[in-house]
C-alpha cells in the first residue's frame, strides 16, 4: 500500500508531551521524515531518518519507528508548535513519494 | 544556504497548460539530488506532483502523469513543470523543493519554496 495515515487532530496542553503518529507499510523499508505547517507557510523539515533534526530545530521535536508506523513527539510542547504536522516516506513498491493526510495539531 | 523560488502565471484558463518555474540558489539542479514539485490543494493536504533527478530523469505522481511534464534549464539552473488540460481540481499551491533519498531508507524534503497560489478558472 502506498497510503500513509495520521490522526487528524490531536490536543496537547501546553508544556505537556504529544505524540503524532503516522501508519503504512512502506515504513517498514523507508524512514518517516516530518514536516510542521503553519498557515499560509510552507512545509518545514523538522525530524527525519532515525530522529534527526535539521539546524535549527529545538531539540524538544523527536521521532522513532516502530514496525509500520512512525511517531514525532513533541517534549514540552509550546504555544508556536500549534501547527499542521505531515509525515512523508516512499511507496515500498514503485519507490514514489507519499504523504500522509496530517494532523492539526492544538496547544491548549 | 539551498534557496528556491517559484514562479509563473497566478490564473489559468481551463483546458489549458498552468506552467511553472522553480529557480535554485545555492546548490546545482545537476548535482545527486531530486527536485520535486508538490501541491497542496485549498485546505487540503500535500500532494506529491514529480520529480527530476540530473536533470534528465523524472518520476511522475501517477495520477497526474498523462498530462505532465517536468524538465530542467541547467544553463539558468531552474526546472519546471507543464501541467496540461487543467481544471479547477487543479487550483492548488504550488510547491518546489528538494528532495533527497539514499539506500538505507532515509528520505526528506528540504527546503521548500515559498509556494505560489495557481487559480484554475475562467
Known amino acids: 500500500s502506498s497510503e500513509l495515515t495520521q490522526d487528524p487532530a490531536v490536543s496537547v496542553a501546553l508544556g505537556q508531551t504529544v505524540t503524532v503518529t503516522c501508519q503504512g507499510d512502506?515504513?517498514?523499508?523507508?524512514?518517516a521524515s516530518w514536516y510542521q505547517q503553519k498557515p499560509g507557510q510552507a512545509p518545514v523539515l523538522v525530524i527525519f531518518?532515525?530522529?534527526n533534526r535539521p539546524s535549527g530545530i529545538p531539540d524538544r521535536f523527536s521521532g522513532s519507528t516502530s514496525g509500520n508506523t512512525a511517531s514525532l513527539t513533541i517534549s514540552g510542547a509550546q504555544a508556536e508548535d500549534e501547527a499542521d504536522y505531515y509525515c512523508?516516506?516512499?511507496?515500498?513498491?514503485?519507490?514514489?513519494?507519499?504523504f500522509g493526510g496530517g494532523t492539526k495539531l492544538t496547544v491548549l | 544556504q539551498v534557496q528556491l523560488q517559484e514562479s509563473g502565471p497566478g490564473l489559468v484558463r481551463p483546458s489549458q497548460t498552468l506552467s511553472l518555474t522553480c529557480t535554485v540558489s545555492?546548490?546545482?539542479?545537476?548535482?545527486?539530488?531530486?527536485w520535486t514539485w508538490i501541491r497542496q490543494l485549498p485546505g487540503k493536504g500535500l500532494e506529491w506532483i514529480g520529480y527530476?533527478?540530473?536533470?534528465?530523469?523524472?518520476y511522475y505522481n501517477p495520477s497526474l502523469k498523462s498530462r505532465l511534464i517536468i524538465s530542467a534549464d541547467t544553463s539558468k539552473n531552474q526546472f519546471s513543470l507543464k501541467l496540461s488540460s487543467v481544471t479547477a481540481a487543479d487550483t492548488a499551491v504550488y510547491y518546489c523543493?528538494?528532495?533527497?533519498?539514499?539506500?538505507?531508507?532515509?528520505?526528506?524534503?528540504?527546503?521548500w519554496g515559498q509556494g505560489t497560489l495557481v487559480t484554475v478558472s475562467s
Open positions: 531518518g532515525n530522529n
Open positions: 512523508n516516506s516512499r511507496d515500498i513498491t514503485s519507490a514514489h513519494v507519499v
Open positions: 523543493a528538494r528532495y533527497y533519498y539514499d539506500s538505507t531508507g532515509i528520505n526528506w524534503i528540504d527546503p
Open positions: 527530476m533527478f540530473t536533470s534528465t530523469t523524472t
Open positions: 545555492g546548490a546545482s539542479i545537476s548535482s545527486s539530488y531530486y
Open positions: 512502506g515504513l517498514r523499508a523507508f524512514y
